[in-house]
């Protein structure tokens, strides 16, 4: 008898990931961006077309699936986390992406995001977060600033907005980021890293919408701004910004984080990232931007066993020594004996 081989699939380049579709993006959207950089990120993490499913809602972010060469879902508003869910739990072996935007994923879909968090399925989840309705013509969305003027809110939005990774946080995800369009070099290092953690990676994305909302990150992404308005995150890293210049403290009497000048390079004040702190986490996802940078990169990653993986082995061990009889199951539960009438 001949042994059986397993056949592993050719290594693939960023080309190979690119479909024959038209991208249908706005000239100089943000979308192409975050593309470029996930079709160079796959080849990078060893994944296959053949094992690779993009799944999406509704939304300008939402024809992702069209433009990457492999498995896809253009699914309905707010419920690719549910269709992913269902993906994931029929087949586990499969690498499962989740493309979704601010409005898509944290309005209508807000109850289906909570719960793929905090369940824990190992998926990534991208989050797009331009700050306005795009594909529906600019209305405001459920992260638009307080005074944001859209056709829904022509006077200025009055609504605090919500803030995408401190929703994560509190729906309980076990890996959270934060990253910007046209951070080629950092993204797929983050978008890696997102891929290794094993359970629900949750990475929001600034992207910026140039037809109606543009520029409304420039304060931290425009290139004369950003050194002293991004605070670039490293696991077991000073918290240095500005050049070096300036640094994140934690002030022990007010238990808050507060900005401090480095003098005469001392950064003993300097706090220390640790990804695995939920508090620290909290605490930087909270900083009211103006008086504190932008904070970027893995903000939080504490892993834990994940729900496909939970569902797997129970349904094993339940099934352990049981012949699989379907019909039986499909015909277990209550009957009744119906007899003809005298």
């Not at 309005?107 to 309705?133: A, C, K, P, T």
């Not at 990774?165 to 950092?186: H, N, S």
């Not at 996802?285 to 504190?292: E, I, K, Q, S, T």
Request: overall charge negative; charged content about 20%; some cysteine.
């Amino acid at each position: 008898m001949n042994a059986i081989t397993s056949i592993t699939p050719p290594a693939t380049k960023a080309e190979d990931w690119a479909t024959d579709q038209e991208v249908r993006w706005c000239p100089g959207c943000g979308d192409y961006a975050i593309l470029k950089a996930v079709q160079r990120t796959m080849p990078e993490i060893g994944a296959t077309r053949e094992n690779t499913v993009f799944v999406s809602g509704i939304g300008c972010s939402s024809r992702f699936p069209y433009y990457v060469e492999t498995y896809g879902f253009h699914t309905i508003h707010g419920r690719a986390p549910a269709v992913a869910t269902g993906v994931k739990l029929a087949n586990p072996e499969l690498d499962v992406w989740i493309i979704t935007g601010d409005g898509d994923g944290l309005s209508i879909g807000g109850n289906h995001m909570l719960h793929l968090l905090r369940r824990n399925l190992d998926v990534q989840v991208l989050l797009f977060n331009n700050e306005i309705y795009g594909l529906t013509k600019g209305q405001y969305s459920p992260t638009s600033r307080v005074g944001t003027k859209s056709p829904t809110t022509p006077y200025g939005s009055v609504e605090r907005p919500v803030s995408p990774c401190a929703f994560a946080l509190g729906a309980g995800a076990r890996f959270v980021a934060r990253t910007i369009d046209t951070a080629q070099k950092a993204m797929p290092d983050i978008l890696k890293a997102a891929h290794a953690h094993k359970g629900a990676s949750f990475v929001e994305i600034f992207q910026n919408c140039i037809v109606y909302n543009d520029d409304v990150f420039a304060d931290f992404t425009a290139k004369k701004s950003a050194p002293a308005n991004q605070l670039h995150l490293a696991d077991g890293a000073p918290m240095l910004f500005d050049g070096g210049m300036r640094g994140i403290a934690f002030d022990t009497g007010a238990m808050a984080l507060r900005v401090i000048d480095i003098l005469h390079g001392d950064i003993s004040g300097v706090l220390v990232h640790d990804v695995t702190s939920k508090l620290q986490a909290q605490l930087l996802v909270d900083m009211p931007f103006g008086a504190f940078p932008m904070a970027l990169g893995v903000i939080y990653h504490s892993p834990a066993p994940s729900f496909e993986a939970a569902v797997t082995l129970q349904n094993a061990t339940v099934s352990m020594g049981k012949p699989t009889d379907l019909n039986a199951l499909l015909r277990k539960g209550q009957s009744w004996e119906v007899s003809p009438r005298e």
